[in-house]
């Protein structure tokens, strides 16, 4: 046995695949085959479904009738909304979302078939539902009226509809559009190995998005987003930001937004794309000062610590400019991923070897009970 230890996995490779690479020397987020900025610059979000899902990209007529397909599965069962309405209103929504989501599969009656053609029914399923549990979920829970789906939107203005009751603005459902591109997958992060862990027991697809959703809720991960909202309101000012950012360095903590275990000391290209997005977004609503702040930011943490702002650093900013409520931010995330981990549980149950690493061993040996008197 390989006795060698890679603390965290960092660097090892866990799977082949045919969805995504990290290609960092080059900048390039390769999602089969294309680069996801020039996708999120030139494509829809259901066209990068399509690709994800099909392996090709779709024609005109290929992604409307996806666009179909997933509206027709827009309805819930009325049981979940009783299972989401008795949750306390404190609930964190990414625990109401993965509540949701567990929720769901005991709806379906053909959970054991994992064949590749289920399967791709499950994601569209899922496609459909995830987002109105993350936006009805949050009604739900406030006892809030909920905002029933509007088939004569777009799916995407649909998703941001249900979330703020406002039908969105066209600039608003652009960007939105590619918030969900950029969010949409990710070659083997933490959330998408666990789904893939979980689906190698051949497990189900839900069971493995639950797992994921369990993983992106942390500080570390998905949960970045939020954290940066918080921070970013907390500094009433760029000198506040500014100060606030060192103060917490002094005392040796993490700044949410920033860092990545694979581009180490290198922009995160989706970074960029939002923080275009952001400008443009913050020019139409008079809020620069919102964009000048995480400028600064930006520029703090690359001076003091060489560090780069990751996806969650301007993706925050964007969705609160959208009128997203803080707490979904990271629901919004795991929706907008939940395309690139059904692919990736497709993938793996079609070629399928379960996940069982070693350990180094590092505790005591040859103990014994004590004696029983
Ligand atoms: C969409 C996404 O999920 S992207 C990730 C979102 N998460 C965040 O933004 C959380 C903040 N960032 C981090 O905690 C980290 O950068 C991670 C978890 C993303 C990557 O971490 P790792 O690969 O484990 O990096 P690692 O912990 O080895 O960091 C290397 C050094 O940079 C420092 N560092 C890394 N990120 C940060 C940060 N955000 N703030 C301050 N210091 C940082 C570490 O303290 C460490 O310094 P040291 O060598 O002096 O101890
Ligand atoms: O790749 C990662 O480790 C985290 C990340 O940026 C993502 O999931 O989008």
Not at 178 to 184: A, D, G, T
């Given at each position: 046995?390989d ?50 899902l ?40 990414m ?50 009226p ?20 406002q ?8 960007v ?5 591109m ?28 639950t ?79 919102l ?11 690359k ?7 990751n996806l ?5 900013p ?9 707490e ?41 009970p004590?004696?029983?008197?």
């Amino acid at each position: 046995m390989d006795d060698t230890f890679y603390p965290g996995l960092e660097n090892v490779i866990a799977s082949e695949t045919q969805i995504s690479y990290l290609d960092v020397e080059n900048e390039e987020i390769v999602i089969r085959g294309y680069d996801l900025m020039d996708l999120a610059r030139n494509a829809k979000y259901l066209d990068l479904v399509a690709l994800l899902l099909d392996g090709g990209f779709p024609t005109s007529e290929r992604r409307n009738e996806l666009e179909q397909k997933i509206k027709s599965e827009y309805e819930l069962p009325v049981q979940l909304f009783s299972v989401l309405q008795l949750l306390p209103l404190n609930a964190h929504m990414m625990d109401v979302l993965r509540t949701g989501i567990s929720a769901l599969a005991c709806f379906e009656t053909n959970l054991d078939d994992r064949s590749v053609n289920a399967n791709y029914q499950r994601a569209i399923r899922l496609l459909a539902k995830v987002p109105q549990i993350v936006a009805n979920g949050y009604h739900a829970v406030r006892n809030e009226p909920l905002i029933q789906p509007r088939g004569d939107l777009t799916y995407t203005a649909n998703f941001l509809y249900m979330i703020t009751g406002q039908i969105p603005l066209p600039i608003e459902a652009d960007v939105f559009d590619q918030c969900l591109m950029v969010y949409s997958e990710h070659e083997m992060p933490n959330s998408t190995f666990a789904a893939r862990v979980i689906a190698s027991t051949q497990s189900d697809m839900y069971g493995a998005l639950t797992g994921a959703a369990a993983s992106l809720k942390g500080n570390l991960h998905g949960g970045a987003n939020e954290a940066v909202m918080n921070m970013l309101q907390l500094a009433g000012s760029e000198a506040e930001l500014e100060a606030l950012i060192l103060e917490k360095l002094s005392r040796k903590e993490r700044i949410m937004g920033f860092g990545h275990r694979v581009y180490m000391n290198k922009p995160d290209p989706r970074a960029m794309l939002m923080k275009e997005a952001l400008a443009h977004l913050a020019k139409q609503k008079n809020e620069l000062q919102l964009y000048d702040k995480c400028v600064v930011g930006e520029f703090v943490l690359k001076r003091e610590k060489n560090l780069y702002p990751n996806l969650d650093y301007y993706a925050a900013p964007v969705f609160h400019l959208l009128g997203i409520p803080t707490e979904l931010f990271t629901p919004v995330f795991l929706a907008a991923r939940t395309v690139g981990i059904s692919a990736h549980v497709l993938e793996q149950h079609e070629n399928n070897r379960l996940f069982r690493p070693r350990v180094l061993y590092k505790g005591p040996r040859n103990l014994r009970p004590p004696q029983i008197v």
